[in-house]
C-alpha cells in the first residue's frame, strides 16, 4: 500500500471510531475489511468516488426494542432486542439472531457487517443483517423461552419479510427457538412465508441446514489444504465450542479421517487423546442440549480430561477450527499453535480470531480461513431453504449435500482468485493465498458493483 492510501485508510478509521464510539467489535471488522479494500481500490476512482466502503460501513438501518416477558414465578422481565439492517443491495437481508447476555449493539452490528460480505460470497442473492437479544435461555424453562420469543416477535414482525429480512438461527437460537418466532409471526400476520430459515423440516425447514456451516467449515478447510497436496485424513484438530457449529465440524473432520482432540464451552474444554468420534460428538451434543455439563464427559470417556477454565489452543495438534465466539483466540494463542508448528486455522465462528492473532498466524505460514468465507455454508443452506420455500418444494438431502459442497468450493475459488500470491508471509518469501485479502474483496466487489449500478442512495 502506498504511503498516500496508508494515509486514507488512517482517515478512513479514525472517522468510524469516532462514528462507532465504544462499539471495539464493529471497529474491528471494518479495519480487518478496510485494510485490503484500501489497496484494492486504489486504482479504481469509481470505488473511491462513490464512497462504497463508508456506505457499506453504515447499517441501513438499526431497530431496537423492548422485549417484555413473565418468568415462570409471573415477575415481569424487560430485556433489549435489535435488528441491524446492514446493506440489501443483492438481496433481502439475511443474518442470524444471537440470544446470549454478552449482546449489545457493536456486536451485532459487528456480525451484520460481516454478514454481508460472507453472504456475497456464496454467490446467492442474500444482503446482510444480524438480530438478537441480551436474553439468555441458558437455564430457562420452555414455557419461559415461548414467551420471550412471542414477545420478540411481536416487534420484530414489522420489519421482517420474505423479501425483506430473513432471519435465522445463532448462538441461543436453535431449532426450539426458530419454532416459536416462527408460530407468532404466523399467528400475527395470518401468512405463511418463508420468513426465518432454520426452521423444523416438518414445515418447511431445508435438509442439511442444521449440519452446513460445520460441514462447510470442513469443506473449506479440505480445499485448502488440497492447494499444498495435504489432506484431512490423519491429521489432528483442536475445535472449540460445543454448539451447533462446532459439533457438526468435529463430525465431519472425524469422518474425513481426521482426529478430532478438543471441544469446549464458556467453563473450560475436554482434550481426548484418542479422539472425539461420532459417537462420542452425539454424545456431546445430547448432553448440551439437555443441558448437562461438558465437564461429565471425562467420567463418561476414559482417558480423556477436563480442563476447567481454559481454552484449547495449547493441545498440539495440525489443525485448528474456532467454533465458539468472537476474539475467542488471542496472539498468544496464536504463539502456541505456530509453536507447535500448526498447519491450518479455519474459522467456524465469527471474527474468533482477535486481530494481531490473525496477523501472527499469517506472517508465519499458517493456512488462515478467516470467518466470513469458511463458515458461509450455514447461510448459503439457508439461501437454499428460501428457494424452496418460494418454489413450495423440498429438494433431497443429497442435492443439498452437493450445492453446499459446490459453493464452499467456488467460495475458496473467489478467495483465491482475488488472495492469490499475497499476504504477510509474502514478505519473508513464503507466499500462500492470503484468504483474508481473497474473500475481502471479493465480497466487498460484488456488492460495490451492485451499488455503483444505483447512483447514489
Ligand atoms: N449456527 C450457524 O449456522 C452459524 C453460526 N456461526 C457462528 O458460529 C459460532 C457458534 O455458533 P453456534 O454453534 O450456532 O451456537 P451454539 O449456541 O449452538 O453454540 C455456541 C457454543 O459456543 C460456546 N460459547 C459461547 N460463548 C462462549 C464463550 N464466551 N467462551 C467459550 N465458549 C463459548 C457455547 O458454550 C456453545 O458451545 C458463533 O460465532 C456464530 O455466530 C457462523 C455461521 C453460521
Ligand atoms: O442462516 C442464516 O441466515 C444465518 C447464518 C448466520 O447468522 C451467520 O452466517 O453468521
Known sequence: MTDANQSDLKTFMEGVRKRNPHQDEFVQAVEEVAENVFDFVADKPEYQEAEILRRIAEPDRIVSFR????????????????????????????????????????????????????????????????GGSNFNPKGKSDREIMRFCQSFMTE???HIGPDVDVPAGDIGVGPREIGFLFGQYKRIRNEWHGVLTGKG???????????????????????MLRESDQD????????????????????????????????SDSKGFIHDPDGIDTEKVAWVREQKSSGGSLADYADEFSGSEWHEGDKPWSVDCDIALPCATQNELDEDAAKSLIDNDVIAVCEGANMPSTA??????????????????????????????????????????????????????????????????????????????????????????????????????
Request: net charge negative; proline share 2%.
Open 67 to 130: 422485549v417484555c416477558w413473565q418468568d415462570d414465578d409471573g415477575n415481569v422481565r424487560v430485556e433489549r432486542g435489535w435488528r441491524v439492517q446492514n446493506n440489501n443491495a443483492i438481496g433481502p437481508y439475511k443474518g442470524g439472531l444471537r440470544f446470549h447476555e454478552s449482546v449489545n449493539e457493536s456486536v451485532l452490528k459487528f456480525l451484520a457487517f460481516e454478514q454481508t460480505f460472507k453472504n456475497a460470497l456464496t454467490g446467492l442473492p442474500l444482503g446482510g443483517g444480524k
Open 156 to 158: 420484530l414482525y414489522r
Open 201 to 223: 423440516l416438518e414445515y418447511g425447514g431445508s435438509p442439511v441446514r442444521t449440519e452446513s456451516t460445520g460441514y462447510g467449515v470442513v469443506y473449506f478447510l479440505r480445499e
Open 232 to 263: 484431512i485424513e490423519g491429521m489432528t484438530a483442536v475445535i472449540s465450542g460445543a454448539g451447533n457449529v462446532a459439533t457438526h465440524a468435529a463430525e465431519k473432520f472425524a469422518e474425513l479421517g481426521g482426529k478430532v482432540l478438543t471441544l
Open 356 to 457: 494481531d492473532a490473525s496477523h501472527a498466524l499469517r506472517s508465519n505460514g499458517v493456512l488462515f480461513g478467516p470467518g466470513k468465507a469458511a463458515n458461509a455454508g450455514g447461510v448459503a443452506v439457508s439461501g437454499l431453504e428460501m428457494s424452496q420455500n418460494a418454489g413450495r418444494r423440498t429438494w433431497s438431502e443429497d442435492r443439498l449435500q452437493e450445492e453446499l459442497c459446490d459453493i464452499m468450493k467456488g467460495i475458496h475459488e473467489t478467495c483465491a482468485e482475488h488472495g492469490e500470491g499475497s499476504g504477510p508471509a509474502c514478505e519473508d518469501g513464503d507466499c500462500k493465498v492470503d484468504y483474508v485479502k481473497g474473500a475481502n474483496v471479493g465480497g466487498f466487489k460484488k456488492v460495490a458493483d451492485a451499488m455503483l449500478a444505483f447512483g447514489v442512495v
